[in-house]
Nanobody
């Protein structure tokens, strides 16, 4: 089993920035595409960003393009989500996820999930 642990969530004012981090337990971390999902109160879980095994491709949902950036450090088995220009609508629990392919993540599925970290954006 792959264990994923998120950190970095918190309270931030609209327009501010926050950086989330996800640490993976597996030494075979590089074999997994990684992504970030979020679930806002009363809403369905949705993909935020995903990055391929090699880090050579990534994708973002339209509402965060230009504001969020996903990156991975395979040597450290970590994935980060840099969140800039945060909006009230970004408030959600953010989950780190791993899957065999980027396609799987973009379809809304994952093999492994982190416990989630709360991001709250205030006005």
């Amino acid at each position: 089993q792959v264990q994923l642990v998120e950190s970095g969530g918190g309270l931030v004012q609209a327009g501010g920035s926050l950086r989330l981090s996800c640490a993976a337990s597996e030494r075979t971390f590089t074999n997994y595409a990684m992504g970030w999902f979020r679930q806002a109160p009363g809403k369905e879980r949705e993909i935020v960003a995903a990055i391929s095994w090699r880090g050579d491709s990534a994708d973002y949902r339209d509402s965060v393009k230009g504001r969020f950036s996903i990156a991975r450090d395979n040597a450290k088995s970590t994935v980060a989500l840099q969140m800039n220009s945060l909006r009230l609508e970004d408030t959600a629990v953010y989950y780190c996820a791993a899957a065999r392919s980027l396609r799987t993540l973009l379809s809304g599925s994952a093999a492994y999930w982190g416990q989630g970290t709360q991001v709250t954006v205030s006005s």
